[in-house]
């Protein structure tokens, strides 16, 4: 295989040599072990490479970009024409720019290799322990792979960073049936360092499996009304999502962030602290570089309640003038709080626990509404019964300032590490 350094160091020389002012260059390759089962059987063991170079330059404050598959030198000559004529097209822009220089590093997280034997055994495993404590389960598909990637970063003031990470990933899809009853469909996912675990321990896969064998029968909601809502870990990301992109390039530099000026003040209960921790040893798929070329570090994005810091990239920050960000955002962790689960559940009057949503995007404002799916009435501090398809809809802003109770427990996804969140103020409509 062609030596990484030396293909990103020609694919920035290229650039240069047609022409570029500044310019970067990003050589990632991949190497992917995979494992499916299908319903229920093994169906699939393959390993594949991949190779990708990311061109980027900057001439006359104009900037072109592109990405080849390919790292001979006659393809990324090609391509850096192309970025430069690309570039040539474009709009000036004088807060276009690229990383300074930074003492060069190499990163490094994850094994080189893959256990081959281990991701059998354990697949294998989760099959017989998921016949014998769910009979009623389907898994659709269940897919563990491991990604081991190296990509080298340079650009022409000098930055230089390379990255060696290998880690694991799990994705697993399923129902339940029962003669003609069948709940409907889930799924969950999680990254691992290593397979020390039974894959049925990791992430919150026992945790729906079970509720998925509870939900063959459902019961419509009737009527509407305004209660809480008790978001689960798997549901968080819809929350999160909207607070990242709330505060990251687009809105802020378009001026349609609600939180384009909220900078050091409340937007949240004091309850919730949310952090970035992408370099941190609890994440075992995070990111060292961010897409700009810098060095990541981690960060708190709001501390009880407080936001600290914007999502801005080097060009979002001269387009705003706001600080750049130390990271790209996701690899989130937010801390815990001090009740439990089970003491949420029973402080609820009536309301809702929110396993999976199904729904737009929010509008710029927060608004949102949708389905919810795989999921149960609260009703008198109890949770009732799984319901049929019943629709929620709320404000995120308003939700974040409304959070009554944040979980001591916490799931742990490799990629992130969530509580549960009860929230007041959301409609609930039914039948």
């Known amino acids: 295989m062609a030596n990484l350094r030396e293909v990103a160091q020609y694919g920035l020389d290229a650039l240069l040599r047609a022409g570029a002012d500044k310019a ?24 594949t490479f991949d190779t990708n170079i990311g061109l980027t330059a900057i001439k006359d404050s104009r900037r072109g970009s592109t990405a080849i598959n390919k790292s001979d030198n006659e393809s990324m000559d090609k391509a850096a024409a192309e970025v430069l004529a690309i570039a040539a097209a474009s709009a000036p822009d004088e807060a276009y720019d690229i990383a300074e220089a930074q003492p060069p590093a190499e990163f490094s997280s994850g094994s080189d290799a893959p256990d081959l034997d281990r991701m059998y055994s ?43 990470k290998g880690v694991y990933n799990c994705m697993f899809m399923f129902t339940s049936k029962d003669q003609d009853k069948v709940s409907s469909f889930n799924y969950t996912s999680f990254s691992l360092r290593d397979l020390e675990r039974d894959l049925l321990e990791c992430g919150s896969l026992d945790i729906l499996l079970k509720q998925s064998t509870e939900q063959i029968i459902t019961r419509p909601l009737q009527g509407r009304f305004v209660g809480d809502l008790i978001i689960t870990p798997d549901c968080m990301n819809d929350m999160l999502w909207f607070v990242s992109r709330t505060i990251s390039d687009g809105p802020m530099i378009s001026g349609t962030s609600i939180y384009k000026d909220k900078l050091g003040q409340q937007i949240a209960s004091p309850l919730l602290t949310l952090h970035s921790r992408p370099v941190s040893d609890e994440i075992c798929n995070g990111y060292f570089v961010t897409s700009d070329g810098y060095a990541a570090q981690n960060s708190t994005i709001v501390e009880s309640g407080v936001l600290k810091t914007y999502l801005l990239s080097l060009y979002g920050s001269r387009k705003t003038g706001f600080d750049r960000a130390v990271n790209m955002g996701g690899a989130f962790v937010m801390e815990p709080g001090d009740t439990s689960l089970d003491d949420m559940i029973k402080s609820v009057e009536k309301g809702i626990l929110l396993a999976r949503f199904s729904g737009g995007y929010p509008s710029d404002s927060g608004d949102f509404s949708g389905v919810a799916k795989n999921s149960y009435l609260i009703e008198g501090g109890r949770i009732k019964y799984p319901i049929s398809e019943s629709m929620v809809s709320g404000n995120f802003a308003e939700m974040l300032k409304n959070i009554k109770a944040i979980s001591r427990e916490r799931i742990d996804y490799g990629f992130s590490i969530l509580p549960w969140v009860h929230v007041s103020g959301i409609t609930v409509s039914g039948k």
């Not at 769910?134 to 990255?163: E, G, H, W």
Request: glycine content about 2%; some cysteine; aromatic content about 8%.
């Open 24 to 47: 970067q260059c990003v050589a990632t390759f991949t190497e992917k072990h995979e494992m499916n089962v299908e319903l229920g059987e093994f169906s699939l063991l393959r390993t």
């Open 122 to 164: 354990g697949v294998k495993e989760l099959l017989h322990q998921v016949k014998a404590r769910y009979p009623k389960l389907v898994l659709m598909q269940a897919i563990i792979d491991f990604t081991r990637s190296r990509s080298c970063f340079v650009n022409s003031n000098n930055v230089d960073f390379v990255t060696n």
